[in-house]
T-cell receptor
Framework: DQQVKQNSPSLSVQEGRISILNCDYTNSMFDYFLWYKKYPAEGPTFLISISSIKDKNEDGRFTVFLNKSAKHLSLHIVPSQPGDSAVYFCAASSGGGADGLTFGKGTHLIIQP | ETGVTQTPRHLVMGMTNKKSLKCEQHLGHNAMYWYKQSAKKPLELMFVYSLEERVENNSVPSRFSPECPNSSHLFLHLHTLQPEDSALYLC?????????????FGSGTQLSVL
């Protein structure tokens, strides 16, 4: 049973517009959420994160929103740029310690010129 | 060199071969991980080493054997693999025990089992 779900395998957005990537989770013990970006033939790189005590975290063009009651988080990218084309993974962890992260399947974001 | 480095980048092996994947982290972290990424699946956690002790195995088949000789190096020894083991194998490291722990990944080894 998947604990972190990204239900959109792909998303196409026009350059300059807003990209919104969604993620749902089922484990109420998760208290820290991360987004990773992955280019082909490279490992995932950390993008932005949010702790469960917050509902929003912003870093430049990237904003992550957390709705704990709905067990839902989203990543907003505005404005979208061609270099944003990549696979985005949502990940979650609980309790700290070396437990690793639980990942979703990823969403392939394609920015159209 | 900085970050997490993995070798080789690509590996093709037969089902009877024995090979090893190598990972080295230059970040001073105390935990290292092996993840498997298969097509259209989430990244799957295989092994975790914290302070050089294995803390999680996640029911990985015994044909995968990890080794962590020190906090900077991690190996994944492979023997008698199956074609369905073909995947991208990713190594990661983190500073376990810190708040809001993040994983830092290597570029991965793309493994093909024939």
């Amino acid at each position: 049973d998947q604990q972190v779900k990204q239900n959109s395998p792909s998303l196409s957005v026009q350059e300059g517009r807003i990209s919104i990537l969604n993620c749902d989770y089922t484990n109420s013990m998760f208290d820290y959420f991360l987004w990773y970006k992955k280019y082909p033939a490279e490992g995932p790189t950390f993008l932005i994160s949010i702790s469960s005590i917050k509902d929003k975290n912003e870093d430049g063009r990237f904003t992550v929103f957390l709705n704990k009651s709905a067990k839902h988080l989203s990543l907003h990218i505005v404005p979208s740029q061609p270099g944003d084309s990549a696979v985005y993974f949502c990940a979650a962890s609980s309790g700290g310690g070396a437990d690793g992260l639980t990942f979703g399947k990823g969403t392939h974001l394609i920015i159209q010129p | 060199e900085t970050g997490v480095t993995q070798t080789p980048r690509h590996l093709v092996m037969g089902m009877t071969n024995k090979k090893s994947l190598k990972c080295e982290q230059h970040l001073g972290h105390n935990a290292m991980y092996w993840y498997k990424q298969s097509a259209k699946k989430p990244l799957e956690l295989m092994f975790v080493y914290s302070l050089e002790e294995r803390v999680e195995n996640n029911s990985v088949p015994s044909r995968f054997s990890p080794e962590c000789p020190n906090s900077s190096h991690l190996f994944l020894h492979l023997h008698t693999l199956q074609p369905e083991d073909s995947a991208l194998y990713l190594c990661a490291s983190s500073q376990a025990g810190t708040a809001n722990e993040k994983l830092f990944f290597g570029s991965g080894t793309q493994l093909s089992v024939l």
